[in-house]
T-cell receptor, first 111, second 115 residues
Framework: AQKVTQAQTEISVVEKEDVTLDCVYETRDTTYYLFWYKQPPSGELVFLIRRNSFDEQNEISGRYSWNFQKSTSSFNFTITASQVVDSAVYFC????????FGTGTRLKVLA | DAMVIQNPRYQVTQFGKPVTLSCSQTLNHNVMYWYQQKSSQAPKLLFHYYDKDFNNEADTPDNFQSRRPNTSFCFLDIRSPGLGDAAMYLCATSVDRGNGANVLTFGAGSRLTVL
């Protein structure tokens, strides 16, 4: 069975600090996909990134970067120079057209 | 802009009084999903429509039903809401071409309160 674990329930940082959100997944599939979504206070989940199991290349998008390591079954998300607008709940998920979500990490960025 | 619209955003109902939540999309996506998200928890998939085919999750209570009269609309019916059904209900859509993982587009959610 698939499982996604986000051990960090809540993280608080001061603006401009870097922060890493952890995600550990379990799957028996050889082909699988991993995702990160952001849920701001407004409630709407917003897609951030998708990664397939064959592509372990790390990705950087502006202040966001993702580190995918199959050896440790992890797909961690780093925000560099955090901003107050980054405050949200971040969900890691695994699946294809049906997802299993982790329980989310609430990030609070303090001014 | 193409998007997923959920109505109402906030719904208050009484214990046992049926409620219907709606979702519409202008994306022409073939897959539509309903997720239940309770406070500080992960979204939990209730069911999804793949085109016209309804797919229920094994642990979704019978109290929850869904209808998809056309590509654009999907409804969530809760026949007899209990206090435990108070949650945010999220509608999402995706286009599945059978060639990889789908990216879900979510609506803003409908928050249900049961008195």
């Amino acid at each position: 069975a698939q499982k996604v674990t986000q051990a960090q329930t809540e993280i608080s940082v001061v603006e401009k600090e870097d922060v890493t959100l952890d995600c550990v997944y379990e799957t028996r599939d050889t082909t699988y996909y991993l995702f990160w979504y952001k849920q701001p206070p407004s409630g709407e989940l917003v897609f951030l990134i998708r990664r397939n199991s064959f592509d372990e290349q790390n990705e950087i998008s502006g202040r966001y970067s993702w580190n995918f390591q199959k050896s440790t079954s992890s797909f961690n998300f780093t925000i560099t120079a955090s901003q107050v607008v980054d405050s949200a709940v971040y969900f890691c998920a695994s699946g294809t057209y049906k997802y299993i979500f982790g329980t989310g990490t609430r990030l609070k960025v303090l001014a | 802009d193409a998007m997923v619209i959920q109505n109402p955003r906030y719904q208050v109902t009484q214990f046992g009084k049926p409620v219907t939540l709606s979702c519409s999309q202008t994306l022409n996506h073939n897959v539509m999903y309903w997720y239940q998200q309770k406070s500080s928890q992960a979204p939990k998939l209730l069911f999804h429509y793949y085109d016209k085919d309804f797919n229920n999750e094994a642990d979704t209570p019978d109290n929850f039903q869904s209808r998809r009269p056309n590509t654009s609309f999907c409804f969530l019916d809760i026949r007899s809401p209990g206090l435990g059904d108070a949650a945010m209900y999220l509608c999402a859509t995706s286009v599945d071409r059978g060639n990889g993982a789908n990216v879900l587009t979510f609506g803003a959610g409908s928050r249900l309160t049961v008195l």
